[in-house]
């Protein structure tokens, strides 16, 4: 019998690109090693399971380099064809304590910046301004906007559109419903967690033309040396009348903070 298996994603967070052009000095970066380890539980001994593991990926942002690969067999590497996102595939078969074991090592600088990486919006076409499952453009969501004054300018609108969402929801996870990301059940219920503050951010961004994206991955602690990461992050992107919206576009880790 196979076990199919994914583990969380991986993408390191924090807003960075390195300056483009003469003359631009090199802006604040962060280097560290990153540990990234998983136990699946509750196999058979020596049950078979299937494990698609997320690689965080050089880009614009952060440069990334694997020091050292703690796996049980060797994996084979694949993309997401959507939006890029790097794979490792691997079988392997549980121990006689039913579980599998896997770690891996990362060395990742990160830069400072006010901006997304190029390209962010550009290589999905119309993607980021579309409805989908879990983030309408029509229904519940825009409610909200009732009898509220939009300006025209994008800039001033996705920041209308933040206090909007920031009001109306509360960072709380004591009842369940919470982490799916559904905007329709985030308008309705006024609570989440993290994914739920951004996905309804999302559905009135987009519904108002604005492409915005959700991007998940991992809080880089504020203290240097070493530190606890809890579980992860996420936050959404928008590019507003044609500027990218980068450490100041983190709608969701402000949100979280100001609300916890």
């Not at 399971?49 to 020091?67: F, G, H, K, M, Y």
């Not at 219920?189 to 996905?199: E, I, L, R, Y």
């Not at 559905?203 to 604005?210: D, E, M, T």
């Not at 602690?221 to 959404?236: D, F, L, T, V």
Request: charged share 25%.
């Amino acid at each position: 019998m196979l076990q199919a298996c994914v583990l969380g994603l991986v993408c390191l967070l924090g807003a960075s690109m390195r300056a483009e052009g003469a003359g631009h000095r090199e802006l604040p970066s962060r280097t560290f090693l990153f540990h990234y380890g998983a136990t699946i539980e509750h196999l058979d001994r020596g049950q078979m399971a299937r494990i698609w593991l997320p690689i965080p990926s050089t880009d614009a942002q952060q440069e990334v380099e694997i020091v050292s690969r703690d796996l049980p067999a060797e994996p084979k590497a694949g993309a997401e064809r959507v939006y890029g996102n790097r794979l490792d595939y691997l079988e392997a078969c549980a121990g006689p304590d039913g579980t599998i074991k896997l770690k891996m090592v990362y060395r990742v600088t990160r830069r400072e910046t006010a901006e997304s990486p190029p390209g962010t919006f550009e290589k999905t076409g119309s993607r980021f301004l579309a409805s989908n499952a879990l983030i309408p453009i029509n229904g519940k969501p825009l409610k909200l906007l009732t009898n509220k004054v939009l300006p025209q300018d994008q800039m001033a609108l996705a920041r209308v559109l933040y206090d909007i969402v920031f009001d109306h929801m509360q960072y709380r996870k004591d009842r369940p419903g919470w982490g799916r990301g559904d905007a329709a059940w985030a308008c309705e219920s006024g609570f989440g967690n993290c994914t739920d503050f951004h996905s309804l951010f999302i559905s009135l961004a987009r519904s108002n033309r604005i492409p915005s994206s959700f991007e998940i991955g991992f809080l880089i602690p504020q203290k240097r040396g070493k530190g606890e990461i809890s579980g992860y992050h996420c936050w959404a992107k928008v590019r507003a009348g044609g500027a990218r919206m980068g450490a100041g576009g983190y709608f969701g880790s402000e949100a979280e903070s100001r609300k916890t």
